[in-house]
């Protein structure tokens, strides 16, 4: 889509995180940004927790799915502008080649689904929303159109440290 920033936002399994940012950035982005997410070895399935987290927050769940990163490596995938990895694990592998050459940061979040109880599991999800919406924000601020790619990646990169 001409004028609109494709973003990719990846992490292991697809289930928590990535889907977390792509719902969050899709409903902040104000039409200026379109995100997906995908995983490495997707689980197949969506983290009750993050739909609930989403479902509390007001976004809409519709849609989201846990995906293999090879859907988007493909000729006929969107070419990305900027491809964010949300988890440790996913920013350690080999990535796919990424159509567009967009630039890359790491925005390093413990997994929510991997911790304690089902109350620390549930703060675990509103502590991560709540990281990711403020790197979202300041993501959405950025004047992406108007930066080199090498300004951008370092932009994205910085935001990773709030």
């Known amino acids: 889509m001409p004028g609109v920033h494709q973003v990719l ?3 292991t399994g697809n289930s ?9 950035l899709n409903s902040r982005g104000g039409g200026r940004f379109r995100a997906q997410s995908a995983g490495s ?4 399935t969506v983290n009750p927790g993050a739909l609930e987290t989403l479902a509390r927050m007001g976004l809409d769940t519709t849609g989201l799915r ?8 493909g000729p006929d995938a969107p070419t990305f502008d ?3 990895t949300v988890c440790d694990a996913a920013a350690a592998e080999t990535c796919p080649l ?10 390093s979040l413990p997994d929510p689904a991997a911790i304690g109880d089902d109350v620390e599991r549930a ?9 990711l919406g403020r790197r979202i924000d300041q993501l959405v601020e950025l004047p992406l159109a108007t930066l080199a790619p ?9 935001i990773s440290q709030n």
């Open 41 to 44: 070895h997707p689980t197949g």
């Open 98 to 107: 990424w159509p567009g050459q967009p630039v890359t940061a790491h925005w």
């Open 16 to 24: 928590a995180r990535s889907i977390l940012a792509e719902a969050i």
């Open 82 to 84: 900027c491809v964010i």
């Open 9 to 11: 936002f990846l992490c």
């Open 150 to 158: 090498a300004e951008r990646q370092e932009q994205l990169r910085a």
């Open 66 to 73: 846990s995906k293999s990163w090879d859907e988007f490596a």
């Open 123 to 131: 703060q675990a999800f509103r502590d991560t929303y709540a990281a």
